[in-house]
T-cell receptor, first 114, second 114 residues
């Protein structure tokens, strides 16, 4: 299995632009998570899905952030409009059976908003 | 709300030393505990997963233990090497519904001096 695949690896954008991050979970995993990592706050859960349905989005910082999972093999995290404080590394992770066998993370997308 | 603490934030040891990294969590009703390694600018690599019914797991020079009643886990690294230099993150999860998510500590940055 290729693992959790995220794209792009790096994204540099100007403030006010729309940014879309993409994730392909491991085939057969029914949970998908979006995390954000910063030096100040560490790893924070933004939102997670079970069977393509959003379960908990309480970590989404504000209305500028949205996430979708149109099918079992694809999810997006969108920021519109982007701001410099959104600069961080965004990780996608997936798991099965409620995490019984652990969680697998993608390589992350490093977002820089200038 | 689950809180995970890892102290100290940074550790420097000479090569060859055996060392212990600590992790504590506030809610002992966890499903499993997972230790990750993160190299600078990279993603999270899973090291060891301890399920709630287990007390320890071993992989090579690594041994992780779990004491749910006291809310603690330790990661033991034997005969440390410069290649072990990285940030080590502890994460705990619950299962099912709104609780099926990983909560992370801030990590311990380990430096092994040649």
């Amino acid at each position: 299995d290729a693992g959790v695949i995220q794209s792009p690896r790096h994204e540099v954008t100007e403030m006010g632009q729309e940014v879309t991050l993409r994730c392909k979970p491991i085939s057969g995993h029914d949970y998908l998570f979006w995390y954000r990592q910063t030096m100040m706050r560490g790893l924070e859960l933004l939102i997670y899905f079970n069977n393509n349905v959003p379960i908990d989005d309480s970590g989404m910082p504000e209305d500028r952030f949205s996430a979708k999972m149109p099918n079992a093999s694809f999810s997006t995290l969108k920021i519109q409009p982007s701001e410099p404080r959104d600069s961080a590394v965004y990780f996608c992770a997936s798991s099965s059976q409620g995490g019984y066998y652990g969680y697998t993370f993608g390589s992350g997308t490093r977002l820089t908003v200038v | 709300k689950q809180e995970v603490t890892q102290i100290p934030a940074a550790l420097s040891v000479p090569e060859g030393e055996n060392l212990v990294l600590n992790c504590s969590f506030t809610d002992s009703a966890i499903y499993n505990l997972q230790w990750f390694r993160q190299d600078p600018g990279k993603g999270l690599t899973s090291l060891l997963l301890i399920q709630s019914s287990q007390r320890e797991q071993t992989s090579g020079r690594l041994n992780a233990s779990l004491d749910k009643s006291s809310g603690r886990s330790t990661l033991y690294i034997a005969a440390s090497q410069p290649g072990d230099s990285a940030t080590y993150l502890c994460a705990v999860s619950k299962v099912g519904g709104a609780n099926s998510k990983l909560t992370f500590g801030k990590g311990i940055t380990l430096s092994v001096r040649p």
